[in-house]
T-cell receptor
């Protein structure tokens, strides 16, 4: 079945550091891929998405590229801020019917030091 | 109001109480979901509703009883809970289960504590 594996946290970085959070997936067909973010005390928010191979999703300085050959969707940001401290979830969704429910990774907690 | 709202935001209950969590979406979506988020555990999908019909029940104990009276409202009725049921309960909605990609929109959650 479909699954998502992301790097375990916590990840602690200094402000303005480069961020990578790795995510790989297993799926049949061509899933859509997502990164969600959960700020303290809140629900999950969609950060970015990509629906087909080689698509690049981007938002708020974050980017992730859908790599079919390596089944990966790594999240990157060139210069993190304290306000980026949150839990990040990689997720995938199949196409149509019950296959379209979202499978979430276990989440990676990111803490940014001033 | 816009998006997905949940009430109450915080709930403390005893093991013999009966309470209900409410979720409302203002997005015109046809699918709604309940998730449980416990500390140090992955998100657990509990229930899925599509057009007010339950399409998935992931081996959830019967002390959790969902209700979806219409496509905009979703409830989770709670009775005789256990302390290990303490968690953040998240509601989400999506356009449908059959859209080409199934982006979900989440509410802020209800933080439940069972004493």
């Amino acid at each position: 079945g479909n699954s998502v594996t992301q790097m375990e946290g916590p990840v602690t970085l200094s402000e303005e550091a480069f961020l990578t959070i790795n995510c790989t997936y297993t799926a049949t067909g061509y899933p859509s891929l997502f990164w969600y973010v959960q700020y303290p005390g809140e629900g999950l928010q969609l950060l970015l998405k990509a629906t087909k191979a080689d698509d690049k999703g981007s938002n708020k300085g974050f980017e992730a590229t859908y790599r079919k050959e390596t089944t990966s969707f790594h999240l990157e940001k060139g210069s993190v801020q304290v306000s980026d401290s949150a839990v990040y979830f990689c997720a995938l969704s199949g196409k149509g019917g019950s296959a379209s429910k979202i499978i979430f990774g276990s989440g990676t907690r990111l803490s940014i030091r001033p | 109001e816009t998006g997905v709202t949940q009430t109450p935001r915080h709930l403390v209950m005893g093991m013999t109480n009966k309470k209900s969590l409410k979720c409302e979406q203002h997005l015109g979506h046809n699918a709604m979901y309940w998730y449980k988020q416990s500390a140090k555990k992955p998100l657990e999908l509990m229930f899925v509703y599509s057009l007010e019909e339950r399409v998935e029940n992931n081996s959830v104990p019967s002390r959790f009883s969902p209700e979806c009276p219409n496509s905009s409202h979703l409830f989770l009725h709670l009775h005789t809970l256990q302390p290990e049921d303490s968690a953040l309960y998240l509601c989400a909605s999506s356009l449908s289960l059959t859209s080409s990609y199934n982006e979900q929109f989440f509410g802020p959650g209800t933080r439940l504590t069972v004493l």
